[in-house]
C-alpha cells in the first residue's frame, strides 16, 4: 500500500514549455486534490475531483489543466509554464461523497521550477 | 467560505517545555477541523481532527487540541516538546468537498 504517489520529484522547465504533473492512490479514495505550497502562503487548492468523472476549480486554477483519468489517477498539466508557477506541488486523497469529513492523505511533492 | 487563520508564523520552545500551536477559525455551522504536520522535504502528515464530540482530541505523536468554540479557537498542544517535532504545522478546516489551510507556524524545539 503506497498511498499517494506524485512523479516527477523534481522538475525544471524553461518558460512556455509544458509538462503533465502524475498523482496516483491506491486507498480507492473518491476524491483527489491538487495544491500548490509556496513561502508563507500554506497550501492552497489548484483544482480537485470530488469523484471520477468530475472535477473543480479551486483558488488558483489559471494556467493549469486536470484530468481524473480514473478513481486512482489524477493528473495536472501546465501548457505554458511561466516563472509564477515555480513551486511544490502537492496530490492529496480522502474518501469523498457521501463518506463524511475525511482527513486527506499527500503524496511526497513535486518540486518545479520554471526558469 | 470557511476559513482558519495561524497567528503565529514562528514558535519557539525548548525540549521538555510545553507547546502550543494557535488556530482560530470562522465558519458557518459547525466546523470540521484539522491539524496536519510537514517536515523538510516531505508531504503533510494528518495529525488529528475535530468533527464533534469531546473539546479535547487526542492525536498521533502525543499531540492534542482543544476545541473553544466561545473563543472559535482550535490549538494544537504537545505537554513536553521534542527536539524531533520541529516542523511546519498547519491548521485547516473543511469546506464543502475540500480543505482549507492556513498559512502554517513553523516550530523550533531547542535542546
Known amino acids: 500500500n503506497a498511498g499517494v504517489t506524485q512523479t516527477p520529484k523534481f522538475q525544471v522547465l524553461k518558460t512556455g514549455q509544458s509538462m503533465t504533473l502524475q498523482c496516483a492512490q491506491d486507498m480507492n479514495h473518491n476524491s483527489m486534490y491538487w495544491y500548490r505550497q509556496d513561502p508563507g502562503m500554506g497550501l492552497r487548492l489548484i483544482y480537485y475531483?470530488?469523484?471520477?468523472?468530475?472535477?473543480d476549480k479551486g483558488e488558483v486554477p489559471n494556467g493549469y489543466n486536470v484530468s481524473r483519468l480514473n478513481k486512482r489517477e489524477f493528473s495536472l498539466r501546465l501548457e505554458s509554464a511561466a516563472p509564477s508557477q515555480t513551486s511544490v506541488y502537492f496530490c492529496?486523497?480522502?474518501?469523498?461523497?457521501?463518506?463524511?469529513?475525511?482527513?486527506?492523505?499527500f503524496g511526497p511533492g513535486t518540486r518545479l521550477t520554471v526558469t | 467560505a470557511q476559513s482558519v487563520a495561524q497567528p503565529e508564523d514562528q514558535v519557539n520552545v525548548a525540549e521538555g517545555n510545553p507547546l502550543t500551536v494557535k488556530c482560530t477559525y470562522s465558519?458557518?455551522?459547525?466546523?470540521?477541523l484539522f491539524w496536519y504536520v510537514q517536515y523538510p522535504n516531505r508531504g503533510l502528515q494528518f495529525l488529528l481532527k475535530y468533527i464533534t464530540g469531546d473539546n479535547l482530541v487526542k492525536g498521533s505523536y502525543g499531540f492534542e487540541a482543544e476545541f473553544n468554540k466561545s473563543q472559535t479557537s482550535f490549538h494544537l498542544k504537545k505537554p513536553s516538546a521534542l527536539v524531533s517535532d520541529s516542523a511546519l504545522y498547519f491548521c485547516?478546516?473543511?469546506?464543502?468537498?475540500?480543505?482549507?489551510f492556513g498559512a502554517g507556524t513553523t516550530v523550533t524545539v531547542r535542546a
Open positions: 475531483s470530488a469523484s471520477e468523472g468530475t472535477t
Open positions: 465558519v458557518s455551522g459547525n466546523p470540521y
Open positions: 492529496a486523497s480522502s474518501g469523498g461523497i457521501g463518506q463524511g469529513p475525511y482527513e486527506q492523505y
Open positions: 485547516a478546516v473543511k469546506d464543502d468537498y475540500k480543505l482549507s
